[in-house]
């Protein structure tokens, strides 16, 4: 693979970095202001759809898409490092249209959507007019196995019926939210990954009810959230029916591919953001009359946090690469290793960097501590470390022609 990056990418980089530089990083307090205290949950920080503004006036605009007719026509080797950047701050995908879960219920609107689904939703999502949910974990299920979910899809006639109980859905408090991607059951008797459908629910469909925001490590991330979200006899067209009943496990698959390697660059954004902030308080602090810059234990942080990041920014476009050349299929052991080694070593860097904050490093003064939470749920989010593992073991196992 080719390590040297594009004049094309080059340009994108220096472009999206002096966006971050100049509106993003100085904003993000602005961000927090802007949420109304008492509901914060009611409205969206003004903020956000003036950032938006200027990246579309600019050309920064829904760069995750590959698909030149809808996006910038970036492969997943040349977006990577842009995600990177903008995952330095919590509010930078969503300045640009480049935020979870958006970006991965574009793709499947973009690849898997029929031309009314696209007009209807594709379109305004986009534009950054609304937002969507992906709603598929369930409170009563382990669904890190997703054979597990129990939601029913049942066919009615003209009408799809949707019963069932999600949480994590993370978006659906937004009031931009309008539309959800729902997996559930439609044939508990086909085969085991022929069973699971996903379909198009408006959020305003009767029978819907938005339960809650969960919270990480008491962080709610409004107005976005984490939604649990009971369906009660929520009837959609059948129209609604994405790509085919029984095909929910093969739009996951082409949608998780993309979505993990933009899951991993943003972590890595988020090591180097840390990695910073810790260099310049070392420099700015003293204790037993010296600097912390000069204590030997520092910098053993600072070697090893460079290292790690290197480490995992290497294998990610690695990922990103082989996806590109011989496909999500063939590349499936390296995005398995990349979802573990991301967030994890974005947590030994934030994790280091609030040792060296002391504790200045727990609170909301700095993004230490919101940068740490948000890396801790990755490590369970689009599947455990537990799995991927499993997942990268078996295919040492195929090598060597062993049965498990």
Known sequence: MEFEYSNKVKDYQAKISEF?????????KVYEEQLDKNNPFSKVPPIIEELKQKAKERGLWNLFLPEAEYGAGLTNMEYAPLCEIMGRSAIGPEAFNCSAPDTGNMEVLARYGTDDQ???WLKPLLNGEIRSV???TEPGVASSDATNISTSIVRDGDEYVINGTKWWSSGA????CKIAIVMGKNDPNAPRHKQQSMILVPLDTPGITIKRSTSVFGYEHPPIGHAEIEYKDVRVPASNMLLGEGRGFEIAQGRLGPGRIHHCMRSIGAAERALELMVKRVQEREAFGKKLADQGVIQQWIADSRIEIEQARLLTLKAAYMMDTVGNKEAKAEIAMIKVVAPNIALNVVDRAI?????????????L???YADQRILRIGDGPDEVHRRAIAREEFKKQNVRV
């Open 20 to 28: 971050m530089d100049e509106y993003v990083y100085p904003n993000e």
């Open 118 to 120: 696209k007009e209807k």
């Open 134 to 136: 992906f709603s598929m």
């Open 173 to 176: 408090t937004d009031p931009r």
């Open 355 to 367: 040792q060296a904050f002391g504790a200045a490093g727990v609170t909301s003064d700095f993004p």
């Open 369 to 371: 501590a919101s940068m």
